[in-house]
């Protein structure tokens, strides 16, 4: 059992992955303070508690105690990992599903041998289209959007959770006056049902010549999942299975999930509104129009209202 120390909190799962290239562990919760080891990307970490320390970004002085020392929490991903029951009857008609090991490694074929196609991580959400077994009874997902836009990688099953048309129903549909606002000097963003917040989270905008864009938007169109590339160079990205993208602009600004990065609070991207994972699914649940499970993509109709987004 745990023994948690005075002035600590309980961490926020028991597990982390780290997001960036190398995380540094500390004897304490600074880092000036020795280094015990280096983890690098994609290094999982049991997290024993969460406590306050060197605030290394402004925005944000928390760190993580682990097993062996101290990280700074911006960069570990917190992790609930489960195994799933392979659901393949499910499969062959499709439904959208959650990675819920810290990562899985996508293939070309369904055999843990075969080439690498992504890895994806924690809460990156696709739809599965098919399953099969290997020669070793390993059950296997075939993958489709968040990753390609026909028949593409296989993935463990056992990685996959389906989510569950309930999950996704649209939240408060009764509520006519919504609205979110958007905070950037805050970093923060707060829905509102007839003028009463009933939400309110962190948020991570664009930076620099990739700032959101202020002004008041609507929702335009929404995707269960997108795989996002972009960049050039050292800047490039590939994100597959971007979870619960909701866009705002014809140019792709949009709040959606983030799991690449714990550090909610700062501007940091080009141009969206990083959100976690289940603030990402909130808000597209919330918000008119009302999107179909069935939908891989689903537009605000014509003559209808998407719900307002202020960004100030």
Not at 253 to 273: E, K, Q, S, T
């Amino acid at each position: 059992m745990r023994t948690q120390r005075f002035g600590a909190e309980p961490p926020p799962a028991p597990l982390g992955r780290v997001t960036t290239d190398f995380l540094n562990v500390r004897r304490s919760p600074t880092t000036d303070s020795g280094l015990v080891h280096t983890l690098l990307r994609d290094g999982i970490m049991p997290l024993v508690e969460q406590v306050v320390g060197q605030a290394v970004l402004a925005h944000n002085p928390i760190w993580y105690r682990t097993d062996i020392g101290y990280v700074y929490s911006s960069f570990v991903q917190p992790i609930n990992p489960t195994q799933n029951k392979p659901e393949p009857e499910r499969a062959y008609t499709w439904f959208w599903g959650e990675v819920t090991a810290p990562y899985t490694d996508s293939r070309v074929a369904p055999d843990s041998k075969a080439n690498v196609y992504l890895r994806l991580r924690y809460t990156g959400v696709f739809r599965v289209i098919g399953a099969t077994q290997d020669v070793n009874g390993q059950w296997w997902y075939r993958l489709q959007e968040g990753v390609t836009y026909g028949p593409g990688p296989w993935a463990p099953a056992v990685d996959i959770r389906p989510i569950d048309p309930s999950e996704l129903t649209p939240l408060s549909p009764e509520v006519r006056d919504k609205r979110i606002e958007v905070n950037l000097a805050g970093q923060t963003m707060t829905a509102y049902e007839n003028g009463e917040p009933v939400m309110t989270c962190r948020v991570s905008s664009g930076y620099g010549s990739f700032g959101t864009p202020v002004g008041r938007h609507t929702v335009l169109f929404k995707y269960p999942t997108a795989r996002m590339t972009g960049g050039e160079g050292a800047d490039y990205y590939d994100l597959p299975g971007v979870g619960f993208p909701t866009f705002l602009t014809w140019n792709g600004v949009a709040i959606h999930a983030a799991y690449w990065h714990n550090d909610f609070g700062r501007p940091r991207n080009r141009g969206c509104l990083n959100v976690p994972a289940a603030v990402a699914r909130w808000v597209w649940r919330w918000t008119a129009p009302a999107a179909p499970y069935a939908n891989a993509s689903y537009f605000t109709p014509a003559g209808a209202q998407g719900t307002p987004v202020i960004v100030a």
